[in-house]
């Protein structure tokens, strides 16, 4: 989009033993373009992935790993917004906010038994990428 800056956010948790609903939703102004999530199963389970301009949605199975990410876009100076995982968390689900060059900018953890959080990083300009830069961080996510 013209004028906007572009970063990863990617999610990712270790050892899921249930099925879990994921949505991650940025705050108005932030838009979510595309992008990609793996999970290594452990049960065959319904899974699902929805990418929209303001929500991610995730079905995860029971996965050894879970691991992945959205490209954001936007023209505001912070990145905010909330995690919400259902039931709770039995490990943690973390974060991660990249920018240029795929040059993290701050984490957020879920904690095991939670079901929500906020996350919010302040952002410039100078440290959001190119749109090709945040794919590359989401694939190399993907590609764990």
Known sequence: MIGDTYYS?????SGTTQSHYCSIQPDPSITFL???FSFA???AKPTSVTIYP???QLQIP??????GGVTVATKLTT???GLIVSPAAEVPFTLTLYGIGGEEIGSKTLEPGATQMYFGWDVSPANGG?????????????GK
């Open 62 to 67: 029971p996965s050894s790993i879970v691991a």
């Open 41 to 43: 199963v452990t049960e």
């Open 79 to 81: 990145i905010a917004g």
């Open 54 to 56: 303001q929500v991610a």
């Open 34 to 36: 595309q992008g990609g």
């Open 130 to 142: 190119s749109l090709d830069d945040a794919l590359n961080v989401i694939k190399a996510a993907v």
């Open 9 to 13: 956010l990617t999610i990712s948790a």
